[in-house]
């Protein structure tokens, strides 16, 4: 009996890192797809750009419903599509608008984090019955 309890207390951490990990991506996840389900379609201007590792990306201001201006990332390319100054088509939550992206948006990565959540969930779960089953 010592020992079961010596390897359950050895799991538990790790059940629970993945868990965590699970619900962050599929909180990432739920982002996405509000985009998709309740996303409004605003036009937007080009007022800068970042450079990063993957390239370059346009920030984009745009204006909610509310009268409120809000600035959104693109995602990052070889090379800027948009000059500063350019209009940028902006796809936005209306009850969160700091949840915005620039057109196009993939939802690819959406469905993928899904299932990666779903693939780590899996082995927590297994792992807290076992600890705490019967």
């Not at 500063?84 to 959406?110: F, Q, T």
């Amino acid at each position: 009996m010592h020992l079961a309890a010596a390897i359950s207390a050895y799991f538990l951490p790790h059940a629970l890192l993945a868990l965590g990990v699970s619900a962050v991506l599929a909180l990432v996840a739920r982002r996405m797809f509000v985009l998709r389900l309740r996303g409004v379609r605003v036009s937007g201007v080009c007022v800068r750009h970042t450079y990063a590792r993957d390239g370059v990306a346009e920030v984009a201001k745009f204006q909610a419903a509310s009268g409120e201006t809000f600035r959104c990332l693109a995602a990052p390319k070889a090379a800027a599509s948009a000059r500063v100054g350019d209009p940028m088509e902006v796809v936005y939550d209306p009850r969160n608008p700091k949840n915005a992206k620039v057109l196009p948006v993939s939802y690819g990565g959406a469905y993928a984090l899904s299932v990666i959540s779903l693939i780590v969930a899996v082995p927590g779960i297994w792992l807290l019955i076992r600890i705490f089953g019967t």
